[in-house]
């Protein structure tokens, strides 16, 4: 019974596979312009970043403290893997909706086909479909394809493993820009690169017919340490710079380069540099000629570790943040959704300079008032 509901709440969530000629009152957003939107250019260039640059650690540490993220080239990751994971992505999003549901989500954190977890918070569906991957994707690509399973779970399995060194790689060098020694390193929450979890989350975003009215993934931070995101060549991501000499908080859009891929600063890395690194505000529009598709992977430290502000920082210098234990601060996300941070704040550390736009759910230009708890519970009840 209980997957049932999920099926048919899931069908209302994308009713008729986003064939519309116009946005749906479900899914009408109308109010996306928060902030102005601004073009990746000037001082509002997306920094990228060759990894095979001199002063890389320096690069790195900048564009971690100064935007929360960046784009990289020259990462070792062959374009031909970069295009099988495109069309494998496409390949699942283009199966009929029927199809899709055999896989579909029981909670919003399972693995399998629906939203992301975040939506409940919000009080309209997305434009868009995703497909999260814990593990190993096999129990799912065989349900989905069941004469030619294999080719979707050689083309993932490859790409994470080839970016889970990658990640690992990039957390290194933004420890060495904070000044930590290898040795400190070690030490660390995340020293141990093998016990560093990942996981993933594909993206369809359907061309719309009034991308105006409609949004693809709403206003977020990632939770986690650092995330690596595929964009398969269409662009759509907007990060949210703060107020500062060049303008008003504003939404810049990370451009598409070809064979680059973007890195963003989460929660726990914000968290572990004492509030240096920016853990970047980000979301996701839609474009009305054509579908968007991208892959994010999550790197996330054990359940049971504790994460705080490194020692390194903190010498001399009070913690911004109290230490806690990555579970209890993902379950502090599951119900204070961009308010957690605050909770986990020392006293006396009060909101930053800019931290006023967030991405709180807010009334978003409708009309009436909506109740955060119902909306919640509502959205939870999706899941079930
Ligand atoms: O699709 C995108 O550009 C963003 C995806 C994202 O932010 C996420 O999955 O957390
Ligand atoms: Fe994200």
């Not at 920016?278 to 999550?298: E, M, P, W, Y």
């Amino acid at each position: 019974m209980a997957s049932q509901a999920s099926h048919s709440e899931l069908k209302l969530h994308q009713p008729e596979n986003f064939q519309f000629n116009s946005v749906p009152d479900s899914h009408d957003w109308l109010y996306l312009y928060d902030h102005p939107f601004a073009d990746p250019i000037g001082p509002d260039s997306v920094p990228v970043i060759d990894l095979t640059y001199s002063k890389l650690i320096e690069k790195i540490g900048k564009a971690c403290e100064e935007w929360g993220v960046f784009l990289i080239t020259s990462h070792g990751i062959q374009p031909e893997l970069l295009n099988q994971l495109g069309s494998q992505i496409h390949r699942l999003f283009a199966l009929p909706t029927e199809v899709k549901l055999k896989v579909a989500k029981t909670e919003a954190r399972m693995p399998g086909y629906g939203g992301v977890p975040s939506a409940r918070f919000f009080p309209k569906f997305t434009w868009s479909e995703g497909f999260s991957i814990t593990s190993s994707p096999r129990e799912h690509a065989q349900k989905l394809w069941p004469d030619d399973y294999s080719s979707f779970c050689e083309v993932i399995e490859e790409y994470k493993k080839i970016t889970r060194q990658l990640g690992c790689r990039l957390m290194h060098i933004m420890l060495l820009s904070l000044g930590l020694t290898e040795e400190e390193i070690n030490h660390t929450a995340i020293g141990d690169s093998n016990k560093i979890l990942t996981s993933m989350h594909l993206n369809s975003y359907p061309a719309c017919p009034n991308p105006d009215r409609a949004l693809g993934l709403v206003p977020h931070t990632d939770p986690g340490l650092v995330t690596i995101l595929y964009q398969d060549g269409v662009s759509g991501l907007q990060v949210l710079r703060h107020k500062d000499g060049n303008g008003p908080a504003r939404w810049v859009t990370v451009p598409f380069i070809p064979g680059t891929l973007v890195v963003n600063m989460g929660d726990l890395m914000h968290v572990l540099s004492n509030g240096r690194f920016h853990n970047v505000l980000h979301r996701a529009v839609v474009n009305k000629t054509d579908q968007r598709l991208s892959a994010g992977q999550f790197f996330v430290p054990p359940v049971d570790v504790n994460v705080g502000p490194l020692n390194r920082l903190i010498t001399g210098s009070q913690p911004v943040y109290k230490s806690v234990p990555w579970l209890e601060y993902w379950k502090l996300r599951e119900t204070l959704y961009d308010e957690s941070l605050q909770a986990i704040k020392v006293d006396g550390h009060g909101k930053e300079e800019g931290e006023e736009s967030t991405c709180k759910p807010r009334n978003f230009g409708f009309e009436h008032h909506f109740d955060l708890d119902k909306r919640i519970g509502a959205r939870s009840n999706r899941y079930k």
